[in-house]
């Protein structure tokens, strides 16, 4: 059984800088793509940043310039720091990896439950 496991989220002031962190944890071949989504309240989740297994990057226009995504393929970790924070970023941030169990199968869609970040001004 795969998991996700996010922290590193908490309280901060605007312009202030923020960096969490998603766990992948069991048994599994490897992690392909991963990356953060976030939800705010009353808002569809959305994307905030993708990494490929070769840490090719992709981020949403309103977080380009100010975050930055990075993996630890060894330790099947991934990261997002997180600079001149702003109240709009608050959200709930998710983790996500497409994991492929065996070197033949597809991968597979694996959520984390979330970590709350809160940007105050």
């Known amino acids: 059984q795969v998991q996700l496991m996010e922290s590193g989220g908490g309280l901060v002031q605007a312009g202030g800088s923020l960096r969490i962190s998603c766990a992948a944890s069991?048994?599994?071949?490897?992690?392909?793509?991963m990356g953060w989504y976030r939800q705010a309240p009353g808002k569809q989740r959305e994307l905030v940043a993708t990494?490929?297994?070769?840490?090719?990057?992709n981020y949403a226009d309103s977080v380009k310039g100010r975050f930055t995504i990075s993996r630890d393929n060894a330790s099947n970790a991934l990261y997002l720091q997180m600079n001149s924070l702003k109240p709009e970023d608050t959200a709930v941030y998710y983790c996500?990896?497409?994991?492929?169990?065996?070197?033949?199968?597809?991968?597979?869609?694996?959520w984390g439950q979330g970590t709350q970040v809160t940007v105050f001004s």
């Open positions: 990494i490929t297994s070769s840490s090719n990057t």
């Open positions: 069991g048994l599994f071949f490897r992690a392909n793509a």
């Open positions: 996500n990896a497409q994991i492929q169990h065996q070197p033949w199968g597809l991968p597979r869609d694996y």
